[in-house]
Nanobody
Framework: VQLQASGGGLVQPGGSLRLSCAAS????????VGWFRQATGKEREFVAA????????AYADSVKGRFTISRDSAKNTWYLQMNSLKNEDTAVYYC????????????????????WGQGTLVTVSS
């Protein structure tokens, strides 16, 4: 199983980026999929998650209203649309997937995810 994250880059504050995570090797139609990020010198933190089959979404308070997670189960791919980017959004962004059921309250825990992408760097700077 491989998760391939892409879409990172350099953007000015207030700008937008769209990250993609393409999964291969198995179907994630019923999985919980999400995004985490890790800034230099900080711990990895939860950003957003959703279920590939549709339904609930979860966001970190720091990105709520600015970021949107979406998915295309037919393509085994999920996305993170990031708008109104701030300097503090600078980090390596990792996509993750959990193949079996977990309760909603656990979606924010990185230790609950089975599969991880390699990370894509997002730099917000003027």
């Amino acid at each position: 199983v491989q998760l391939q994250a892409s879409g990172g880059g350099l953007v000015q504050p207030g700008g937008s980026l769209r990250l993609s995570c393409a999964a291969s090797g198995r179907s994630f139609t019923s999985a919980v999929v999400g995004w985490f990020r890790q800034a230099t010198g900080k711990e990895r933190e939860f950003v957003a998650a959703t279920r590939m089959g549709g339904g609930s979404t979860a966001y970190a308070d720091s990105v709520k209203g600015r970021f949107t997670i979406s998915r295309d189960s037919a393509k085994n791919t999920w996305y993170l649309q990031m708008n109104s980017l701030k300097n503090e959004d600078t980090a390596v962004y990792y996509c993750a997937a959990r193949s079996s059921y977990i309760v909603f309250s656990y979606w924010r825990r990185s230790d609950q995810y089975d599969y991880w992408g390699q990370g894509t760097l997002v730099t917000v700077s003027s």
